[in-house]
Every structure is written in structure tokens, then in C-alpha cells.
């Protein structure tokens, strides 16, 4: 079975940066796509942004476009989100997910396996 491990989660002032990891383990890595969700207190898991590991496409909410991007190690089987110009609103618990099939990357029902979190936590 596949094993997602996030990385890289802390506490961060306004404004500053964090890189998130996710390392894919336990399998061959073949997958379609790998996404980052998150999670704030009281809220729905909501889409951050994925990649599609075959043509490198690219998907991102709104809400982080411009501040955070998506990138992939082939070798390493791990997928990062790199995060910049970090706002309080932006603390939560992320999520890394991997779907097998090709499907609609921003829903959480597209992915089949998923990672158990990391915190972020933006103070203003």
C-alpha cells in the first residue's frame, strides 16, 4: 500500500515562507497526480493545489495563486509545496493525497490515498 508523509510545517510570521514535503512510500510510484489540501478549525478540507505527474500541469485555488507553488522530485517520489507570502488565513492543517485515475484535481473524492497532516500556523 502507498504511505504519504508530510514535512514542514511550523510556525511562520505574516509574510514569510515555508516548504512543505510529501514523500510517497510503500510502492512503485506511478500516480496520476498528488494534491495538497488543508484544513483550518471549524472548516471543510478545502483544495490548495496539484500536479499531474505525467505532463507536469499544474493546479492552484485562488486563494494561494501567486503566493505558492508546486513542484516534484522524481526521484525522491515526493512532491513540495513551496509557500510564500504567508497569511494568518492561511493556517491550517495540510493534507498531501494521491489519486490514481486521472480526475477533477481541486475534489477530494479524485484521490485515494492520503497523507496524516501537518501543521501551519501564520501569526500576524
Known amino acids: 500500500q502507498v504511505q504519504l508523509v508530510e514535512s514542514g510545517g511550523g510556525l511562520v510570521q505574516a509574510g514569510g515562507s515555508l516548504r512543505l514535503s510529501c514523500a510517497a512510500s510503500g510502492r512503485s510510484f506511478s500516480y496520476y497526480q498528488m494534491g495538497w489540501f488543508r484544513q483550518a478549525p471549524g472548516k471543510e478540507r478545502e483544495f490548495v493545489s496539484a500536479?499531474?505527474?505525467?505532463?507536469?500541469?499544474?493546479y492552484y485555488a485562488d486563494s494561494v495563486k501567486g503566493r505558492f507553488t508546486i513542484s516534484r522530485d522524481n526521484a525522491k517520489n515526493t512532491v513540495y509545496l513551496q509557500m510564500g507570502s504567508l497569511k494568518p488565513e492561511d493556517t491550517a492543517v495540510y493534507y498531501c493525497a494521491v489519486g490514481s485515475v486521472t480526475a477533477v484535481p481541486a475534489a477530494t473524492r479524485s484521490y485515494n490515498y492520503w497523507g496524516q497532516g501537518t501543521q501551519v500556523t501564520v501569526s500576524s
Open positions: 500536479i499531474r505527474w505525467s505532463s507536469s500541469m499544474t
